[in-house]
């Protein structure tokens, strides 16, 4: 098993950064990547980021790129994701995924998620 506990959310103004974590326990591989998705109120759940542990590829939405980064620190089992920029349209629940990612923007990749954050952006 795999457990996954996300933190940093929180109000921040449009414009504004914050810097979400995941921290991961339990049985992991280092071929696994890890995955950020959101979803806002009355949509579907989306991709946002993902890295590989090991080889540190990564994989943005285009609607973030150039304004968030995902990054890894394998000695502390965490994973980050910088938001820079923030939008009124990123206000969503924020949720960080464990999994084999053969795309690593597909949901169904990953079988372990944590609870959610809550980032909520004011404009």
């Known amino acids: 098993q795999v457990q996954l506990v996300e933190s940093g959310g929180g109000l921040v103004q449009a414009g504004g950064s914050l810097r979400l974590s995941c921290a991961v326990s339990g049985r992991t591989f280092s071929y696994y990547a890890m995955g950020w998705f959101r979803q806002a109120p009355g949509k579907e759940r989306e991709f946002v980021a993902a890295?590989?542990?090991?080889?540190?590829?990564?994989k943005y939405a285009d609607s973030v790129k150039g304004r968030f980064t995902i990054s890894r620190d394998n000695a502390k089992n965490t994973v980050y994701l910088q938001m820079n920029s923030l939008k009124s349209e990123d206000t969503a629940v924020y949720y960080c995924?464990?999994?084999?990612?053969?795309?690593?923007?597909?949901?169904?990749?990953?079988?372990?998620w944590g609870q959610g954050t809550q980032v909520t952006v004011s404009s």
């Open positions: 890295v590989k542990w090991s080889a540190g590829n990564t």
């Open positions: 995924a464990s999994g084999w990612g053969v795309t690593m923007r597909r949901s169904d990749e990953y079988p372990y």
